[in-house]
């Protein structure tokens, strides 16, 4: 089965600070990588998603993220936040093969002070 | 976009009685939707993922008896939580998954609080 762990619980940052969030899954075979962010109060949503091609993709609101396969690895960034982008922010992982079914890490709380 | 509705968003129920709650996608047919519960400031857990027509397939700890699903047709997959405790109080969210097309992905709901008093 696959597992996936985000290495911080808590961030805090000022505005215009830059943001990187990590993400390290474990499983043995291809899969697809996602970034969700959920704001305060509301659903989740999705970020950007990694399915194949070039391993640096661009999502909505100014993120990014790069699969890195050697490290098993699908960083979230961000060069400069705001106010706004205070949230949690879950990084899953999906396997190609049937199923589909989507694991979550734990979720990396980001406070953006303003 | 792909927009996936669930019903209610919030529920308090009295110890003892059943709760369905409702997941609909709205503009894409899924064949597979998915029921997460979350536990305050953690992180998603599926609990079972439905397919329409067939008998939900259920993660190991999940009761299948207590959390009933049923996915009765491409849009619609329900989730009912019976002889509720207040140990079964939770956010509950469902996901539907597009497989063709431009919505391609999973979607979430908004979700639902569960309140079992």
């Known amino acids: 089965a696959q597992s996936v762990s985000q290495h911080n619980h808590h961030v805090i940052l000022s505005e215009a600070a830059s943001l990187e969030l990590g993400c390290n899954y474990s499983?043995?075979?291809?899969?697809?990588l996602f970034w969700y962010v959920q704001y305060p109060g509301q659903h989740l949503q999705l970020l950007l998603k990694y399915f194949s091609g070039d391993p640096l993709v661009k999502g909505i609101k100014g993120f990014e993220a790069e699969f890195i396969k050697s490290k098993f690895s699908f960083n979230l960034r961000k060069p400069s936040v705001q106010w706004s982008d205070t949230a949690e922010y879950f990084c899953a992982v999906s396997p190609k093969a049937a199923g589909n079914k989507l694991t979550f890490g734990g979720g990396t709380r980001v406070l953006v002070k303003p | 976009g792909a927009v996936v509705s669930q019903h209610p968003s919030r529920v308090i129920c009295k110890s003892g009685t059943s709760v369905k709650i409702e997941c609909r996608s709205l503009d894409f047919q899924a064949t597979t939707m998915f029921w997460y519960r979350q536990f305050p400031k953690q992180s998603l857990m599926l609990m079972a993922t439905?397919?329409?027509?067939?008998?939900?397939?259920?993660e190991q700890g999940v009761e299948k008896d207590k959390f009933l699903i049923n996915h009765a047709s491409l849009t619609l997959s329900t989730l009912t939580v019976t002889s509720a405790h207040p140990e079964d109080s939770s956010f509950y969210i469902c996901s539907a998954r597009a497989t063709t097309g431009p919505v391609y992905g999973y979607t979430f709901g908004s979700g639902t609080r569960l309140t079992v008093v």
């Open positions: 439905s397919n329409e027509g067939s008998k939900a397939t259920y």
């Open positions: 499983y043995g075979g291809t899969v697809n």
